[in-house]
Nanobody, 125 residues
């Protein structure tokens, strides 16, 4: 059984920073792509960022470009989302997701195979 466990969420003031982590554990698992998504109250889940596990390509939602950075540590089987210059509109539950095969459009949540339980990020203004 593959598990994705997010950590690093919390309460931060606007303009502050947080770093989310997503640790992948379980059976031998080779992830091709890791993505971060978020869901705010009353809104649909939306794409935030994604990275090919090879590190060869990244993708970001326009709303977070220049503020968020996605990365991964292959040795630790862990992905990260560094969030800077946080805004109140970034408040949401953040989920990491992983795919075992190549997916062309990294922003499509339906193409991911495994999901974490989510971590709350609250930005106070």
């Amino acid at each position: 059984q593959v598990q994705l466990v997010e950590s690093g969420g919390g309460l931060v003031q606007a303009g502050g920073s947080l770093r989310l982590s997503c640790a992948v554990s379980g059976r031998t698992f080779s992830s091709e792509t890791m993505g971060w998504f978020r869901q705010a109250p009353g809104k649909e889940r939306e794409f935030v960022a994604a990275i090919r596990w090879s590190g060869s390509s990244t993708s970001y939602a326009d709303s977070v470009k220049g503020r968020f950075t996605i990365s991964r540590d292959n040795a630790k089987n862990t992905g990260y989302l560094q969030m800077n210059s946080l805004k109140s509109e970034d408040t949401a539950v953040y989920y990491c997701a992983a795919s075992v095969r190549f997916i062309r459009f990294m922003y499509r949540d339906g193409d991911y195979d495994y999901w974490g339980q989510g971590t709350q990020v609250t930005v106070s203004s």
